[in-house]
T-cell receptor
Framework: ETGVTQSPTHLIKTRGQQVTLRCSSQSGHNTVSWYQQALGQGPQFIFQYYREEENGRGNFPPRFSGLQFPNYSSELNVNALELDDSALYLC?????????????FGPGTRLTVT | GNSVTQMEGPVTLSEEAFLTINCTYTATGYPSLFWYVQYPGEGLQLLLKATKADDKGSNKGFEATYRKETTSFHLEKGSVQVSDSAVYFCALSGVDSSYKLIFGSGTRLLVRP
């Protein structure tokens, strides 16, 4: 069984540019959540997709957007990058929303904005 | 609002020492509580969880008990190993329909041989 995978591993962008991060969920999982982890901090919830619909959003501006595809893989898009967007972006998948369903995390994408 | 507070690190221990990492929470309703571990260069792994008051989660020698009266979920291990060196995150979920995880800021554990 393949776990959660994310691409790319590392990315360097310039302020003002746009970036797309990708996540493949674990087989059979229909829910994907995205988190931002700044250096030395705990992950912060960005948003969640459940069966291709957004199912909750954290305190992030609209320039953070996402998609979920019919195969339940997902993308995180960030427009007009700012220096503070530099962070580790984590994707997690689960069988369904619900605390009885464990969220399985991918290894993350390290984004550096210069 | 909903939040998690953990003791600041780093926590430095000698091998075979007793470990406690404190975690308290503020939440509406009855959240589920979790401990996640992050090894260098990796994502998060679920270590243990508890879904209701007085439940004890346990895994790999680690334990934590959901204490509703003190809103706490302290992580303990009787004898740490060098391989336990990592960052530990306390988290809660179940405060909305997304069951998003709300994390503390993490506690780094360094275990010396």
């Amino acid at each position: 069984e393949t776990g959660v995978t994310q691409s790319p591993t590392h990315l360097i962008k310039t302020r003002g540019q746009q970036v797309t991060l990708r996540c493949s969920s674990q087989s059979g999982h229909n829910t994907v959540s995205w988190y931002q982890q700044a250096l030395g901090q705990g992950p912060q919830f960005i948003f969640q997709y459940y069966r291709e619909e957004e199912n909750g959003r954290g305190n992030f501006p609209p320039r953070f957007s996402g998609l979920q595809f019919p195969n339940y893989s997902s993308e995180l898009n960030v427009n007009a990058l700012e220096l503070d967007d530099s962070a580790l972006y984590l994707c997690a998948s689960s069988l369904d929303p619900g605390s009885s369903y464990e969220q399985y995390f991918g290894p993350g994408t390290r984004l550096t904005v210069t | 609002g909903n939040s998690v507070t953990q003791m600041e690190g780093p926590v430095t221990l000698s091998e075979e020492a007793f470990l406690t990492i404190n975690c308290t929470y503020t939440a509406t309703g009855y959240p589920s509580l979790f401990w996640y571990v992050q090894y260098p260069g990796e994502g998060l792994q679920l270590l243990l969880k508890a879904t209701k008051a007085d439940d004890k989660g346990s895994n790999k020698g680690f334990e934590a008990t959901y204490r509703k009266e003190t809103t706490s979920f302290h992580l303990e291990k009787g004898s740490v190993q060098v391989s336990d060196s990592a960052v530990y995150f306390c988290a809660l979920s179940g405060v909305d329909s997304s069951y998003k995880l709300i994390f503390g800021s993490g506690t780094r554990l360094l275990v010396r041989p």
